[in-house]
T-cell receptor
Framework: SQQGEEDPQALSIQEGENATMNCSYKTSINNLQWYRQNSGRGLVHLILIRSNEREKHSGRLRVTLDTSKKSSSLLITASRAADTASYFCATTQVAGNQFYFGTGTSLTVIP | DVKVTQSSRYLVKRTGEKVFLECVQDMDHENMFWYRQDPGLGLRLIYFSYDVKMKEKGDIPEGYSVSREKKERFSLILESASTNQTSMYLC???????????FGSGTQLSVL
């Protein structure tokens, strides 16, 4: 069963704008991760945030985690055409033994 | 650089054939996973393994089996391929659930 749900399902923006994607989950988590997938390829890890962290940065990426709302957001600042991809959140549960993925957000950055 | 290698990028098989999808990782990871990905459904876990010769069912194991005879290799087997198994198959490995997953490039399987 899937743990995370991303919102929106699809997002189209102009180059240079910021892109925000959200992820909601259902049960208590150990950590939440964001992955990127270019069309027809495997997923690549972007960032991991632990349940006791609220915010994390990596380059143009900013991830927030609100465990009270069971949600996370991924912000990509100053987007580029090369950021066009699908983005997935994945969680591991406190009493779980696997990674749970959402259905993803498809981001299109228009040059 | 760490690597997860899947044996084929594209595969075309006939209904009823036995299909082997191979995955090899070079990171000495304990955990290995097989997912299938279909449009609108995200990634769904088929099987995973935490150790050699150990396997656990994921969310959609029906019609699949796995083999892990060596730590670095995790094979997915379609015993008798069917058209509804046409999909992208992704292998991944990790050191633990508290660390990131490394994915292979995926195998696009078409069953005709």
């Amino acid at each position: 069963s899937q743990q995370g749900e991303e919102d929106p399902q699809a997002l189209s923006i102009q180059e240079g704008e910021n892109a925000t994607m959200n992820c909601s989950y259902k049960t208590s988590i150990n950590n939440l991760q964001w992955y990127r997938q270019n069309s027809g390829r495997g997923l690549v890890h972007l960032i991991l945030i632990r349940s006791n962290e609220r915010e994390k940065h990596s380059g143009r990426l900013r991830v927030t985690l609100d465990t009270s709302k069971k949600s996370s957001s991924l912000l990509i600042t100053a987007s580029r055409a090369a950021d066009t991809a699908s983005y997935f959140c994945a969680t591991t549960q406190v009493a779980g033994n696997q990674f749970y993925f959402g259905t993803g957000t498809s981001l299109t950055v228009i040059p | 650089d760490v690597k997860v290698t899947q044996s084929s990028r594209y595969l075309v098989k006939r209904t009823g054939e036995k299909v082997f999808l191979e995955c090899v990782q070079d990171m000495d990871h304990e955990n290995m996973f097989w997912y299938r990905q279909d449009p609108g459904l995200g990634l769904r876990l088929i099987y995973f393994s935490y150790d050699v010769k150990m396997k656990e069912k994921g969310d959609i194991p029906e019609g699949y089996s796995v083999s892990r005879e060596k730590k670095e290799r995790f094979s997915l087997i379609l015993e008798s391929a069917s058209t509804n198994q046409t999909s992208m198959y992704l292998c991944a490995s990790s050191r633990s659930l508290n660390e990131k997953l490394f994915f292979g490039s995926g195998t696009q399987l078409s069953v005709l």
